[in-house]
């Protein structure tokens, strides 16, 4: 019996193998999907892949209680061997491996594993935020943001919620501008642009208004209210709010790890299929708003922060970008005449969702 979307998620496994991994035939694809979450897509896309020739395998697991290191001990071991040989790895997990020690070990330097993180995601976000996106459009305006980035030496991010930070970016730092897999390392849903800034110069005010996700009891989903974050030198020293506020701030304190107050990353979000869902993986791609990871650097940001025990992920809706002063994004709306052009290409068709 056809379940909704089930022709579109045939069309959106096929993208993710033949566009995204550009998986060859005779190469490996392990997809890994833990018992919190359905695994239609995962069936999926492993049929698309036999389909060009590749060796599947789906690897079904029990399910960690946070993400990264917070759940070494329960991920099975035949896993942590599968995941380090493997031509390419989709990883749709509720409960990320990413950051995880076997995932460090897999995705260390010289590793030919081409990884791609949709941990989470469900067949209709999958529909929406890859197997609708204008890829030509898509990528000319995320080189486009990318290279803009990269070109500025100070950056301020605003919203009307209270967030209010600034900070220095170092041009020879890495930017993941997120499309493809198509090489090896860490690669991620698209609609995501992240980067390390100068740890030492990040500081002001960062106000959360979308979405707070950290794996376990941290994973709120949707805010109810801000969290209200102080930062100064790159570091969390305060954080205000009600309950959610309250319950982050345990979480970190119970983990007893002070590398848990470092700002790791930095991220825009621009996929035009995404909506503010409660999944992280979407929630971060929300079109305009500004992301920050706090805890573990993940080695593709080249960042001087590095390990922590774990990872979470707050979300700023409806950012204003100003580079080197200029206001380049306002309110979540590229304003620069180029990007704006290009923006507007690749939300063509999304406007009735
Ligand atoms: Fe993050």
Redesign the pocket.
Known sequence: MPRILELELGKTAYVIVKELFRLQSGESLLITVDSKDGWKAALEVAKAAEAIGGKVMVAWHSSASGYGKTGDSKHPTPLKAAISDTDAWLELNKEWLLYSTPWETAMKKGSRIRYLFMGGLGVEQLHRCVGKINWPAQEAFQNKLAEMTRNTNTMRLYTEAGTDVTFDNIPSRSITNELRADVPGPHFLTGQIGWAPREETIKGTIVFDGAFSGGGIADIGILTDPIILSVKRGRIVNIEGKREAEIIKSWIARLDDDRMYNLV?VCYGYNPGARLSGICTEDERVWGCT?W?IGYQGIMFDGNFGDAAS?A?GICLNTTVYMDGKMIIEKGVPTHPELKYLADECRRGFKNG
């Open positions: 990353h992301g990871g990872h992920d």
